[in-house]
């Protein structure tokens, strides 16, 4: 029996269709103190956003999964009216990365008016893991 509160861990969003590399994701995340809870579509997980009140949202940066949906300004909006605090964050997964790294970089630039203090969930994905990741909210 598995004792415990899994309430007092920060809650950290997944939103991914390729449920491999999300469970792979979510496992690393928890291992290391956090609540995963993994999505195929960040539209249909909308409602539960204001309950969850994740610590973070991480997206797949993997243009063909299109986690947001027609409208993806309008979904980005209303997660940050639901979850002001929490840092929306895309992610390229692995086997992408070389490619992604310098969009990344240039859509993290473009459009800051102020240097963002990095979230300690971005701090895991890029250290431990080895993910690139760029804060989108």
Do not use: W
């Amino acid at each position: 029996m598995i004792t415990g509160n899994v309430t007092s861990r920060e809650r950290v969003v997944i939103v991914d269709r390729d449920l491999d590399f999300g469970l792979k994701l979510a496992d690393c995340l928890a291992s290391s103190g956090y609540h995963a809870v993994l999505g195929r579509s960040l539209d249909a997980m909308i409602e539960d956003l204001s309950e969850m009140q994740p610590g973070a949202i991480l997206l797949s940066d993997d243009p063909c999964d299109g986690e947001l949906g027609s409208d993806g300004a309008a979904t980005l909006q209303e997660v940050k009216s639901l979850c002001p605090e929490a840092p929306v964050i895309t992610l390229t997964k692995p086997e992408q990365a070389v490619s992604a790294g310098m969009r990344m970089q240039k859509r993290t630039i473009e459009g800051r008016s102020k240097p963002v203090t990095p979230n300690r969930v971005e701090e895991l994905l890029r250290t431990k893991l080895g993910i690139p990741c760029a804060r989108v909210l």
